[in-house]
């Protein structure tokens, strides 16, 4: 560890500073000189774990960072070095305590990826420091608080390349004085920095001086009183006098005090009180009172610098005219001001992101000047010289980076745009994770996740970008061309890559391939939008999202998104970021809801026709209300517009009453007939007539003696055609072939898992294959009595019926009771996956016990397998049948103990006597009576609750898939006769051939609606936006 001689002379303010510098082997965008050690008379504890997480976090926020300090090993010093040396075995792990001069395996004080240097000055080193504590540099000084002093005003004077090192363009470092407890002599150092224009943030709550401080700032009239007892000293007339003169100084000066509350202010506000603190220092140093001898002494100790004449940006040409430089920091710059151009501006702000690291900040304690200044200074530069449009993207992009939502908003209220080339970087500083290789290892990161769902596509999005880069920084002059050729195409990549994710993720279809990115400049919001989702920034998804085209669809989409990476964390054990995705998709729903809950209570009509707006996202294609039906969002779905609108649907923009609906058909007979209602009541009762005819057939003309009548072939064929043509309606409703209205582009495998989800929908499958089975049963494999081909009709009756009981699903009382039997069928079969291993094991243990040795389980007809016998009785034992005269082998029947005789089936074998049947008999009826079958009544009683307080919700949401099925199924048979009509001309979607002959024969009133639709449209998506305007700013 380096040490410097001991500096006396006003010179060595310099050869210390230049010393630093050389050591650490860089300049600072920030110092922090921490002050207040003192030998405390009062033992008052005060909340040091907050001081040491919010100095770490400031420093962290500053950029290159110095933290000055006394280098004592006690008190407040060493409160400092515990956080610093905190921060490095976070950051650095086991490396930050390796010895220093061992670069390979640790990281010393001047190393590049180090950004908090901690810096021990002015302070006399009592005993030697821990040489495995983290790598610090130590002046060591005997104590003198001048010293302190001088060096601080020193390092406020001195000027550092804000921007780029490699350019001419300085300002100030920018410094803040910390004090955390102290005694007298912090309280002089205080006034005197005050007078040297240098800003102070005190430490409410740390005791001492510091309290002492503030509560005289707010009341002068008891100032003995506090000082003796925060101090539990005695005062002489002269300290006291010197103490109170000190006071003085700094109540006039108060404008430049800052406070942080240790005991009530996050950890993480630190940073905007110090920004703010020096950034008013600065603004108002000249209106300040001065104090001329404090001045006059300063000037005396610290070498002038020579001045010298510079431009802003060395080196560029400019266009002659001189800006007037009212900004902050223009004035901050000490140069002739002159207005630069575009390029010269880029290069100034594109070099701060190559020297420094981005830090994410919690933008909930974020404000214009937090630390880092790098945004409060970009953003003044970019507008007064007037280049906010074309060198905007640059500091858009860092704020994103480092999730300065503030700055992020006002730019781009502005009109900045992201670049595309900037997409790549922004991904990989934000979603890629650096700790893991791509290839080799799985992490527990938004990074592997993304692998899992798919790989060729987060390798670009994660991995490609970094690769490239360090292959130009490898490769020689020959090879670079070709890697810079390789990037140009990767922004454009990326962002159908992104999409891509977000489709795979959703499984949808791309809807529209567009060639359009090829050409773009700059990046849509949407690109924006989905990055935002995927590093999972809440506050700049809800930015970019309120800037977005169709807030509904949007919101919905990212709900959906988040929902489904939600599960896919969940999957992976990692329950933190799994939680926090699915409070991010819930945000987004409830985003939602609350525009619909708007939009009907200011325009109803246009609210409902809303929810069937289609629209394109990420390339996927649909409307808001076929979305959230897709994506299970029952909220949504069960909301008054999207009820309002089902309502439109399902009587057809018929009056929506029972009666006045069935007088609309001698009025508007077309719309009668044609409204999903009379389709829904038409096609039941073909069902039923169906229904009526199969069971006479099942009941009587199976056999072929009565299959001679012609009525009963009449019966058993117009099963099958009923049943062809409902079979074909469901393979349309499963596969979505004559599907309009919004209907998303989902691919075949998507679909049918959809439609399999719905429980229903498996009774008509189970009811198809079953009448299938039968009719080859009878037709192809024929028998006298026609046994099998009778069971399979009866069972597939049987399922018919079951089919019938969905009839009732419209009804608003007994849908949701048809939704509970549906789901306490779900717990039923959960239970029997328990159940069926507990008969196995108690029926395996009778028929060993009872029946040992027992050769022939598994011969003869597979009726006849031993296994039926043996969990026979534990199951009917669950239904109170206790059969105990057979388990106790006290009722033998007809049966016998020749095992001649039962292995040639002649007779039974009779049971053995063994009590323990009995014993494990007993055990089984109190587990399974009392426990197994109490268990499944809880369960049926806990999903009674559920269904019952969500009744409503879950009713509509089962409703609307009736609704939706029939506004384009045909009842069956009647269907048949429709069938190549709607194949061949798709009447349901544009572009239809009666839609080409409307248009041939009235293209006027075609092409009236058409735009009339487009602007009720546009006007929609305006309305939405307005709306969710209103509810983000609470109006």
């Known amino acids: 560890m380096s040490r410097s001689q001991n500096f006396q002379t006003p010179a060595d303010v310099k050869s210390t500073w230049n010393a630093i510098k050389e050591a650490v082997k860089s300049t600072p965008t920030m110092v922090f000189s921490v002050i207040g050690d003192s030998d405390s008379f009062v033992p008052r504890p005060w909340p040091r774990t907050v001081f040491q997480t919010a100095l770490i976090e400031a420093a962290k926020s500053g950029g290159e960072t110095w933290i000055l300090y006394r280098g004592y090993d006690h008190g407040v010093s060493k409160v400092v070095r515990d956080a610093y040396e905190s921060y490095g075995d976070m950051e650095f792990g086991t490396k930050n305590r390796k010895k220093f001069e061992d670069r390979k395996s640790g990281i010393p004080i001047d190393e590049v990826n180090r950004h908090i240097k901690l810096i021990g000055i002015a302070g006399k080193v009592e005993t030697p420091l821990d040489i495995e504590a983290a790598p610090h540099y130590v002046i060591n000084n005997e104590e003198d608080d001048d010293y302190l002093l001088k060096f601080e005003k020193y390092v406020s004077e001195q000027e550092v390349s804000f921007f780029s090192q490699k350019m001419d363009v300085s300002m100030p470092v920018p410094i803040g ?31 001492k001086a510091s309290d002492l401080i503030l509560d005289y700032l707010e009341s002068q009239n008891q100032l003995r009183k506090k000082a003796s007892i925060s101090f539990g000293i005695r005062f002489e007339d002269s300290n006291y006098t010197n103490l109170k003169n000190s006071l003085e100084i700094i109540q006039e000066n108060q404008d430049l005090v800052g406070v942080f509350d240790l005991n009530s202010d996050d950890p993480l506000k630190l940073s905007n009180i110090v920004g703010e603190t020096v950034v008013s220092c600065w603004s108002i140093e000249k209106i300040l009172p001065n104090d001329t001898k404090g001045e006059e002494n300063i000037q005396r100790q610290i070498i002038e610098k020579p001045t010298r004449q510079k431009t802003v940006i060395s080196m560029s040409q400019t266009n002659g005219l001189a800006i007037a430089g009212y900004s902050l920091a223009w004035k901050l710059m000490r140069r002739n001001s002159i207005k630069p151009e575009e390029k010269a501006m880029n290069l100034l702000l594109e070099g701060y992101k190559r020297e420094s690291r981005p830090y994410v900040l919690n933008p909930k304690y974020t404000s214009p000047t937090s630390l880092p200044l790098y945004f409060y200074f970009g953003y003044q530069l970019l507008l007064e010289s007037k280049l906010m449009q074309e060198c905007g993207h640059i500091l858009l992009l860092e704020a994103l980076k480092a999730n300065r939502c503030d700055y992020v908003r006002v730019l781009l209220d502005q009109g ?76 454009r990549d990326l962002a159908d890559a992104a999409k891509g994710l977000c489709r795979k993720i959703l499984r949808y279809k791309e809807y529209n391939k567009s060639t359009d990115s090829k050409k773009k400049e700059y990046a849509d919001i949407s690109d924006v939008l989905l990055w935002s989702i995927f590093a999972n920034r809440k506050e700049l998804a809800e930015i970019c999202w309120l800037r977005s085209e169709n807030q509904l669809l949007t919101g919905l989409v990212c709900s959906a998104v988040l929902k489904k990476l939600s599960m896919k964390a969940n999957n992976v054990k990692e329950q933190i970021l799994s939680t926090d995705l699915a409070d991010h998709s819930k945000l987004f729903e409830q985003r939602c809801i609350n525009i619909m809950d708007r939009m009907y209570e200011e325009n109803t009509a246009h609210a409902i026709e809303a929810m069937d707006d289609e629209g394109d996202l990420w390339g996927i294609h649909s409307s808001a209300l076929t979305f959230a039906y897709e994506n299970f969002m029952y909220d949504v779905v069960a909301h008054t517009c999207s009820q309002k609108n089902m ?194 094991g108690v029926g395996i243990y009778y028929h060993a016990n009872l029946f040992p040795d027992h050769q022939t389980i598994w011969e003869g007809d597979w009726t006849e397998w031993r296994i039926w016998k043996i969990i026979y009785y534990p199951y009917w034992q669950m239904y109170a049948e206790l059969n105990l005269e057979y388990l106790e082998g006290d009722d033998p029947g007809e049966c016998t103990n020749v095992t ?97 002959c409307r248009l041939l024969c009235c293209s006027k009133s075609v092409k009236k609606e058409k735009e009339k639709k487009e602007e009720a449209i546009e006007y929609r998506k305006n309305f939405q936006k307005i709306i969710a305007y209103r509810i983000h700013n609470k109006i």
């Open 900 to 996: 001649s005789e039962w292995e040639a089936g002649i007779k039974d074998r009779c049971p053995h006597k063994d009590w323990t049947v009995s014993a494990v008999s007993g055990v089984y009826l109190l587990f399974s009576n009392l426990l197994l079958v109490n268990l499944v009544i809880a369960m049926f009683s806990y999903t009674f609750e559920r269904v019952q307080d969500n009744s409503e919700k879950l009713w509509r949401f089962e409703r609307y898939t009736v609704i939706n099925d029939y506004d384009w199924r045909i009842p069956s048979p009647i269907n048949l006769i429709f069938l190549p009509y709607r194949f061949c001309c798709c009447p349901t979607r544009d572009g239809c051939c009666l839609h080409q």
């Open 177 to 207: 004085i910390i004090v955390c407890e102290g005694d007298i002599a912090t309280i002089a150092h205080i006034s005197s920095a005050l007078q040297n224009k240098l800003p102070v943030v005190i430490m409410k709550g740390s005791g």
């Open 416 to 491: 900045v745009k992201l670049k595309m080339h900037n997409l790549p970087e922004l991904y990989e500083k934000t979603v890629s994770c650096k700790e893991c290789k791509f290839k080799d290892e799985d992490c527990l990161h938004m990074q592997w996740i993304l692998k899992q769902i798919l790989e060729s596509e987060a390798e670009i999005l994660c991995h490609k970008y970094r690769s490239v880069m360090d292959k130009i920084s490898k490769d020689g002059e020959s090879q670079k061309v070709k890697s810079l050729e390789e990037i140009k195409d990767l922004p």
């Open 647 to 840: 309502n439109k649907q399902w009587y057809n923009n018929l009056a929506p009453d029972l009666k006045p609906f069935m007088k609309s058909a001698f009025s508007k007979p077309y719309k009668f007939l044609t409204a999903p209602l009379t389709k829904y009541v038409f096609n039941y009762m073909m069902f039923f007539t169906m229904l009526v005819m199969y069971s006479a057939f099942v009941l009587t003309s199976i056999h072929t003696t009565y299959y001679v009548q012609d009525i009963a072939r009449i019966f058993e064929y117009y099963v099958y055609i009923w049943g062809a043509g409902d079979f074909i309606e469901e393979l349309i409703s499963c596969f979505g072939c004559l599907e309009s209205r919004g209907r998303s582009h989902r691919g075949y495998y998507s679909r049918m898992k959809r439609y399999l989800y719905d429980f229903w929908n498996l009774v008509d499958l189970l009811s198809y294959a079953l009448l299938i089975s039968a009719l080859f049963v009878r037709h192809f494999y024929p028998s006298e009595t026609f046994t099998i081909a009778r069971r399979m009709f009866s069972l597939s009756l049987l399922v018919m019926y079951l089919r019938f009981l969905e009839v009732f699903l419209i009804h608003r009382k007994l849908g949701p009771t048809l939704i509970m039997i549906k789901e306490m069928l779900k717990d039923l079969i959960g239970f029997l996956f328990i159940a069926v291993f507990v008969i196995l």
